[in-house]
């Protein structure tokens, strides 16, 4: 596809996720998650290219993920509540945002339902202030124990047509 072909706005179906980090969709078919957090992109994108070695392990999780297609560096392709990444930049000057780029399992469906699941043991970095990860903890007592959570979803209400969303 040339970029021309590429159609970028808002993913319909995002269930989480904080604003400034509001993922694209492509033509229905890709979805852009922007890299707001520089100090976290390696480890999401090692992440999502580990699980290309680890996709026919039918021990392993990986193969009900998103398909890793790459990273793309753009510079105009962010959604208006995405943020650059302006760290030693000149004031003024915009800078391209990563973004990793994954298939949309949502496609070909009229209707989705969608999950949002947070894999891990805990949701805070090890150099977050005790406040914060105390905080994390109260919000989801479980999660240690459990290695993972929701962190949104929507789900179809077929008797009335409306989506019921958390």
Do not use: C, D, M
């Given at each position: 596809a040339t970029p021309q072909d590429m159609i970028l706005k808002g993913y319909a179906h995002q269930v989480a996720g904080h604003k400034e980090e509001a993922l694209l969709g492509i033509n229905h078919r890709l979805i852009m998650k922007p890299m707001v957090k520089k100090d976290l992109f390696a480890r999401e994108s090692n992440f999502y290219k580990q699980s290309l070695q680890d996709k026919h392990d039918t021990n392993n999780p990986t193969r009900f993920i998103p398909k890793f297609l790459g990273i793309l560096f753009c510079g105009n392709c962010s959604s208006e509540n995405a943020k650059l990444l302006l760290d030693s930049v000149e004031p003024g000057k915009q800078v391209p945002l990563p973004h990793i780029v994954l298939e949309d399992l949502t496609y070909g469906y009229e209707e989705p339902n969608v999950i949002d699941i947070k894999m891990g043991t805990c949701t805070f970095e090890p150099t977050a202030s005790q406040q914060k990860k105390d905080?994390?903890?109260?919000?989801?007592?479980?999660?240690?124990?459990?290695?993972?959570?929701?962190?949104?979803?929507?789900?179809?209400?077929?008797?009335?047509?409306?989506?019921?969303?958390?």
């Open positions: 905080s994390e903890v109260r919000k989801y007592p479980f999660q240690a124990e459990l290695g993972f959570r929701i962190t949104g979803f929507k789900l179809l209400e077929h008797n009335s047509g409306t989506y019921l969303k958390a």
